[in-house]
Each structure stands twice: as structure tokens, then as C-alpha cells.
């Protein structure tokens, strides 16, 4: 039943699937025909469904957010793509006050089923305006829905579910995966996962990492390494940034009583923080140490290689906030 | 002058045009009695362009505009009861009390808000037009925006994509002379903003917004083009507006002589009542019957808006997202 995809094919199988399955859903962004996709996600789409579909827009992010919106105020269920997250800056007004608020301020009569979806975060040497991870950012509004998964199977069962979904869903990709290879996606056309659910994807009963997207990935080679030195790390996939699933965090810090966070973003203000805000209000009695964050560096990313690399959450850093949670020297 | 209106659609027209000019009076009122706050951007001078445009468009048609926005709910026939009750913040108001003044939308009525933010109401209405050519349902997006919105940047990526896709989709212009306190002359490079489209092959046309009979005029001649599968179509209406910009705006920047004079020689519903008196031989005694079936709506209406309580506090936590998932 499941197979073993790329996040890249996952991605464009979900979207295939759903505009068979709906005649309202339609893919609009930058290079997501002709193209293919600027990276490939879109990779055959055109051919499938033809360009009343599968939009090709000019290069006007702000413009094309709204008209999404305008068009699943008028019935349809557009997927946005925006060719990295970097450029919905220019279109967070309407992602934020026109696609968020407008069910809230219309008492319940209007709502917004659309998501944006695209890379988000680092890529490799693109710089500053390049490389910058949102979830914080959109996590920290109400109206929206914000996913961000890591493997191939979650990919394609959360962004189904995204466009079944009701509500503006932001659906944070990442470029470092697209080319990953998972067994884990299902092919049945009605497989979907809930939004907002947490997986425990490495039992442990000494430390809890958290993470979201590529670092997953680097949170269970952390778990390899601290394995070595005898620490049994747990290490939950969030999934999903809103709605948060605080419960699965909670079960787990009742059993190891240590928490590191990891993300790429930046520090302050950051879904780490917020983590260490409800494990007080949801978990205090419980901790044994103060929750630890290895995030990205309180900087924009840096071009050399070198600094890039300083930059970034790295598996040694990890390890180390795990010992230094653990009291291990 | 071309006949476009039998005097049944006349005296509705008139009907509209005086219930929003009442409806904005009562609305001031209630505002300097403190049961309206916050923002509050009256309509009062520029009646026609609702009334006109609204008086040529198919059921179909979808509507949407920016602050200023009482008029439009009016005249496509929401519920003065419903529109004042949110202006008060009340339960029956259209969005619950939770949205206000900028904020209210009918699925019923096809009307889509109610926005806020200048010029954000316009790609959404160009997203309106998309689903109409999606939806191959002869419909027509009709996107206000005042003369201030169009130097917004999305207005100019949204005339890109309307043109490059032929959709069909009216953008109407409210030129009112002044931005908030920022007249014309101090925001606005160029002669026109009629003409704006031109570099996106969008047709414009000018006309005196101050009278209904032009604006319906102008108006049909846009829908068809829209609605043919032409593409959009760009309409600029010289308008003015009495009041501030809102209600906490004393209008400074202009002289009193200056409305005064608009409001003696260039009152919309002034001129249209001499048209239906003089044209249509419209009885004096028909007119009072109108104005006094409309005095009796606004007071129902501020009665209504006085008397619907307050949104439960358990309000607070609804309707922040759908819980449903679609069923296709």
C-alpha cells in the first residue's frame, strides 16, 4: 500500500489527485506550467489538465495572492504556489488580512478555501532575501491553518488535506527534501492525514526533540549519535504549526522531563519559544531542566560557506543542547 | 437625453439614492451619539454610482468595494436593518457586531465586502472575475476603488492579469478629488485615471458620476463589453463627497464654498428628482410617498440597530476557521 516517492512527486501526486477528484481546485503561481514547476513539483500537471488549470502567472506575487483569494471567495479552491515563501512577503496582506480575517469578520459567511504552498527556509548559498523560514510568522496568526511536513507520505496526505480544507492553509515546503526518497506514500486516493497532528517518529525516554520539515531529518541523526552515548531521544515531527498539537509534546515530556526544540528560524519570537511558553502553562510540574532552542543564527543568512554553515542548526548542536538538557557532560 | 429608465425603475432608483443619503445622515447621528465607533466613511454625495451601476447589473454579477461601502450594501438590496445593526456592533449586523462599518459581505446578494486596506479589494476582484470565466457563468465582477486606491501597485498587477486573461471584470473608479486629505492634484501624476489601462489595453471612459442616468450609460456599456468576453473595462466617475474622509475628519483641506457649491448645483439626487419631475412627469405626491417610506425604513432601522444586543462573549471564539472539510 505504500510506496516509495520522492516529496517532490508526493507533492505533485496530491495536487493530481485532488484536481481529478475536484473540478474546483486549480494550481495558479510562477512557471507552475509551461515550466514545470521552478522546481519541478508541478512536473506534468499542464499536460494532465490543461491551462484553464494549471495557470502560468506573470511574475506579480502580491497580485496573484489576492486574485487567489477573490477566487475561492468565488467558489473555487485555488493552490497558490509561490516559487519560494521569500516572495509571499510581498503578498502578506492578502494572505493575512484579506484570506485569514475575512471569515472572522464577515460572523462566519465568507471563508477562504485556498493554500499557499511552496518552499520555505534555506536552500544552499542563496542568501539573505533567499533563505528565510516562516513559520513563526504565519503560525502566529489566527484564521490560518500552517503545515509543514518532513517525509513524502506526510507531504502528500497533509497538502490533500490542506486543499479538502475549509480555511487558508499555508503549506511550508522545503527544497532540501523535494529530492528525498520515502517509503511511505500511500496510494490510495483517499488516504488523507488530520491537520494538526504531531508524530512521534523515534521513541525515547531521556530527552524530546522537536522539529518541523528538513530538521527532522537532522533531529534523528541527532538521536543516532546521542544513542551512542546512551541517551534514548524521542523525537516528534510536528507536522503542523497551527493548529499546534501541544498534547503529543506533553505526553512525551511526562515521560522524558527534557526538552530541545530545534528550527531554522530565527530565535526570537520563534516556534521554539512558543514551545517553551506552553510546556509552562501545559507541563511545568514535569520539567527537569529549562527547555532548550537550537535555532537559526540571529542573523540574515549569510553567502560563504562557511558562515552559512555557522548559520544553520547543525546535528552537533543539537546533540549538545540534548546532553546539556540531560546534565550530561 | 436617452430614455433608459420606465418610471417604475425611476422611482426605485430615487428610492435607493435618498435611503443611502438618509440611511449616511442617521449614521452620522448615531456616531456623535457614540453608538457608532471606530471608522466610519459616509457615502453622502456620491449616490448615482452605486444606484446607477447596480441598476444595470444581472443577478450573477459580484460586487466589491473598498471603506466607503454603506451605499453599495444598500443598494444591492441588503437589509438597512442588517447594515445598521453592525455599524452599532450588534448580533443581527450582517458579520455578528464583528466586523464593522469596513466590514460586511452578503453570499445572498453577491456582494463581497467591505475591505479595508486601499486597493486590496482589488485583485480579490479581479480573483472574482477569474471565477466567473472559471465557472463560464456570464458573470461580471464589478471592483470599485476610489481615486486614492489607484496608486496602489496591486491595482496595476491586477489590470496585467484581467487584460492577459480577458476577464471579465468592470473596474469602476469613484473619483471623489480627494485621498483622505490628499487632493488630486497633490497624489496623482497624469491627467486621468480613466486612462491608466491603457498600457494593459484596457478601454476607459469617463463620465459625471453625479448624474444617474451617465452612470447607468456608461455602465451598461462596460458590462457588455465585460460580459461579451472582451475583457475588462475601466470606468472613471467624477464624484464628490460631502463628509470627511471618516468621521473623525473635519475636511480641512477644502473650503466650505467648495462643497456648498456641489452640493447646490451637483447634487445627485437633487438633479435626478428635477429629471423625474420635469422628464417622466413624476408626481410631487409620489416623491413624498417615496421620502416618507424611506424615513420610516431608517427609523425601524436605527430602532433595530438600538435594540439587537451585543454579541454573546462566547462570540469572541467562533467562526476563527471552518471545521468542516469539503465533501466533493
Redesign the interface.
Known sequence: MFKSLTVREALRDAMAEEMV??E?V?LLGEEVGEYNGAYKVSQGLLDTFGA?RV?D??I?E????????????????PIVEFMTFNFSMQAM??II??AAK??????????C?IVFRGPNGAASRVGAQHSQCYASWYAHC??L?VISPYSAGDAKALLK?A?????PVIFLENELLYGQTFNDVSQDPDYVLPIGKALVRREGKDVTLTAFSLMVGKALEAADRLAEEGIEAEVIDLRTLRPFDVETIVVSVMKTNRVVSIEESWPFAGIGSEIAALLMEHAFDYLDAPVMRVTGADVPMPYAANLEHLALPQVESIVEAAKAVCYHS | MPKLLSEKEALKAYRDMLLIRRFEERSSQLYGMGLIAGFCHLYNGQEAIVVGIQAVLNPVD?V?TAYRDHGHMLACGMDPKGVMAELTGRID???????GSM?????EKNF??????VG?Q???????????K??EDRGV?VTFMGEGATNQ??VY??Y??AS??KLPIVYIIENNHYGMGTSQERSSAGPNYYGRGQGWNIPGEQADGMVLQDVMEAAKKALDHARSGKGPYILEFDTYRYRGHSMSDPAKYRSKEEVEEVRRHRDPIDQFKAYILKTLKVKEDQIKTIEEGVKAIILEAVEFAKNSPEPDPSELY?????????H?
Not at chain 1, 502580491?62 to 479552491?77: P, T
Not at chain 2, 463581497?112 to 486596506?117: P, S, T, V, Y
Request: aromatic share 10%; net charge positive; proline share 4%.
Open positions: 477528484r475536484d474546483t486549480f484553464r495557470v502567472t506573470p506579480t502580491h497580485g496573484f495572492a489576492g486574485l487567489g483569494v477573490g477566487a475561492a471567495f468565488g467558489g473555487l479552491r496582506d492578502q488580512n484579506s475575512t471569515l472572522y469578520m464577515s460572523g462566519g459567511q465568507m471563508g478555501p489566527p484564521g491553518k488535506a486543499i479538502r480544507d475549509m480555511n | 459580484t466589491i449586523g450582517y458579520s455578528k457586531g464583528k466586523g466590514h460586511m459581505f452578503s453570499r463581497f465586502g467591505g475591505h479595508g486596506i486590496a482589488v485583485p480579490i476582484g479581479t480573483g472574482l472575475a477569474f471565477a466567473h472559471y465557472k465582477s501597485g496591486q498587477e491586477s496585467n492579469m492577459l486573461w467562533t467562526d476563527v476557521l471552518k471545521e468542516v472539510t469539503s466533493v
